[in-house]
């Protein structure tokens, strides 16, 4: 399958810039939590592999790396955001909704982008600070208007896979009620790859309402605390080096200032 080819070159790419965490334990749970909510995409073709990077919130994004065809990055900075699994489940949710729903080559296929090789750009995410002004140098707006909206698409679809997996879905709306800036200005708002906070809030609200109510298995919170010490006791890894001076010029997953 041409999308499970593309990832796998991408995700290639992602290990050239980024290292993974060496924590057995923190894999496991990871792996888990993505089986649990994958079992909620019915007929999903693609195989969905999860990496847990090292590093710290000041190099890479909060949010999964979504690439085509199954491959998701999950950066340790994410794990030591979420205030507990809920809100992990719901980040990670939101990724696999961007993959099973194919944004990323929807995206391209509307000629909304211009070449496959911007996809990482795009689809890593960038409420940190990453991802926004580079995204908004490398395609045209309508790239980021189709980003916009495949936004809240997974922001809806990922609400209702995690009532389905029975995980809360208002802890997708609280982290991103806290993690996202606050409406930007309007020319930030033109070339952001993102809804404002308010609007994805507000949607995940109204969604979460239709939802028949229920009650959630409450998670071991000493278990995700767990995963969270383990976490933090990792070496931070260092950015690879690049092999050559043409790979510098490709794009990297570092935070841009």
Not at 132 to 161: C, G, H, I, N, Y
Not at 162 to 182: K, N
Not at 232 to 252: F, S, V, Y
Request: proline share 8%; hydrophobic share 40%; charged share 20%.
């Amino acid at each position: 399958m041409k999308q499970v080819a593309l990832g796998a070159g991408l995700a290639t790419e992602v290990l050239r810039n980024a290292t993974p965490l060496d924590n057995p334990l923190v894999q496991a749970y990871v792996n888990r939590i993505g089986s649990r909510l994958a079992t909620q995409i019915p007929g999903n073709p693609f195989p969905f592999t999860f990496t847990v990077l090292a590093g710290n919130s000041s190099s890479l994004t909060n949010e999964p790396v979504a690439l085509p065809g199954g491959p998701i990055f999950v950066p340790a900075a994410l794990i030591l955001a979420a205030k507990d699994e809920a809100e992990f489940a719901g980040m990670l949710a939101h990724a696999m909704v961007h993959i099973s729903e194919r944004h990323a080559t929807r995206a391209s296929t509307r000629g909304a982008i211009a070449n496959q090789a911007t996809i990482p750009v795009i689809f890593m995410g960038g409420w940190t600070g990453y991802g926004v002004r580079q995204a908004s140098a490398v395609v045209p707006a309508s790239a980021l208007q189709f980003q916009r909206t495949f936004e809240t698409e997974a922001d809806v679809l990922a609400v209702k896979m995690m009532w389905l997996a029975d995980f809360d879905p208002s802890a997708l709306v609280r982290y991103i009620g806290r993690v996202q800036e606050s409406s930007p200005g309007t020319t930030s708002r033109v070339f952001s790859p993102l809804p404002t906070r308010e609007e994805r809030v507000s949607r995940m609200e109204t969604e979460i309402q239709k939802l028949p109510e229920r009650t959630y298995a409450a998670p071991d919170p000493n278990e995700f605390e767990t995963i969270q010490a383990e976490v933090r006791r990792a070496p931070i890894a260092e950015r690879p080096q690049l092999k050559n001076d043409a790979d510098a010029e490709r794009p990297t997953l570092r935070r841009q200032n």
